[in-house]
């Protein structure tokens, strides 16, 4: 799911710490670095699913030949996943944010085979949120977005109490980017990664 890279639109929160053009930028490129490493893994298939619905045919999107881009719809967070799942051809379903720099196919992989022995998976993120959901979808699709309070530390825990009684698993904590503090950690993150690889 992705909201328009469009400045003014997304990370909000980031850009009045580091700037405008800076977040943006930060944005776009999670954005199309998830779209091509998730896109182009032959073991799923890839949409990207873009709000508002009135952006899906902008020039902006990350190109891929790999990667369908659909509507979200209408409502909020929680509608809008929900009607995903229910679109979606036969068989499970993960969805997971745009923003998330540490997320890689290998985390996709495990969630997937996570689904082989439960109803749900999610991707646990810092704040309380999640970065991930999956559901297996059968025999019929769940509904545990139902009062959600969406950008709050309790959305994980009561998207979990709507699913008493089912099969949960856990992916590993990964987190977006919302403040000075996250976008520094990243940044220094990535500058390891770049020095060990060297």
């Not at 290998?106 to 082989?116: D, N, R, V, W, Y």
Request: glycine share 8%.
């Amino acid at each position: 799911m992705a909201k328009a890279p469009v400045a003014g639109s997304v990370k909000r929160r980031l850009a009045r710490d580091i700037g405008e053009v800076a977040a943006i930028r930060f944005y776009r490129s999670t954005l199309a670095r998830t779209v091509l490493s998730l896109g182009n893994d032959p073991r799923w298939r890839t949409y990207l699913a873009v709000t508002p619905d009135t952006a899906l045919t902008a020039p902006y999107w990350p190109p891929s030949r790999n990667v369908a881009r659909i509507a979200q719809g209408d409502g909020d967070l929680g509608q809008r996943m929900q009607a995903l799942f229910e679109r979606m051809p036969p068989g499970p379903v993960i969805i997971v944010g745009s923003d998330i720099p540490a997320m890689r196919p290998c985390h996709i992989a495990s969630a997937f085979k996570l689904l082989g022995r439960s109803d749900a998976v999610f991707g646990p993120a810092h704040d309380g949120g999640y970065w991930l959901v999956g559901l297996k979808r059968s025999p019929r699709c769940l509904q545990p977005f139902r009062g959600v309070p969406w950008s709050t530390e309790a959305a994980l825990a009561a998207t979990l109490a709507n699913l008493r009684g089912k099969i949960v698993a856990f992916a590993p904590q990964l987190s977006d980017v919302d403040t000075k503090e996250d976008y520094r950690r990243e940044r220094k993150s990535a500058a390891r990664l770049i020095t060990s690889c060297a």
